[in-house]
């Protein structure tokens, strides 16, 4: 179907065309790359020190929600300060069903619902220190966006995760920051880092 906006001056404005003839996609199919594919393999494709070079330890990063834009920046910041990045696995029904019993509200969208299987991942990993920030503002990245707010879920499911998790958390002895950074300003976020990982040494 097709709506076509005729003009006075003989113009023709044509929109809702919902087949691929009409694009001329139909032959070059099999040429075009999934855009979704590479962002994906980009997004995640960088390879963690081997514990050996790991000066400072192990810290674990959950695959989900507003990771699957800012991982880069975080594999990046852990791995110059001498961590070995544990990423957890690509999100699955098994994934689902390991965290079930700790979401707390059915209400939750599916990828929310899913964190508390990749926290409960990491932890059966053996990782004792698990980063997962509370990010309110995205960077800004097109300054004529009305505004660069997270969905609520996005921008507070690791406080959801810290009350609703918390006995596993300290049964297995993990360690979970979840600070609220301002991703949005590069020099307060400089220094809510240094707040955060004073407590370490780093």
Known sequence: LLTINKFNDGGRFITGNRCE????????????????????????SYEPLEEAYASRGTVGIPRVLNMHENYPFWFTFFTKLGFRVVLSPVSSKEIYEMGMETISSDTACYPAKLVHGHIKWLI????KWIFYPCVNYEMVEDSSAPNHYNCPIVATYPEVISHNMDDILEENEVH?????LPYDDDTRLVREMYEQMMPLHI
């Open 21 to 44: 003839k009409g694009a001329g996609l139909e032959k070059n199919k099999e040429q075009l790359p999934n855009l979704f594919d590479y962002k994906y393999k980009r997004l995640f």
């Open 124 to 127: 059966n990993s053996g990782v």
């Open 176 to 180: 979970f920051s979840h600070p609220f």
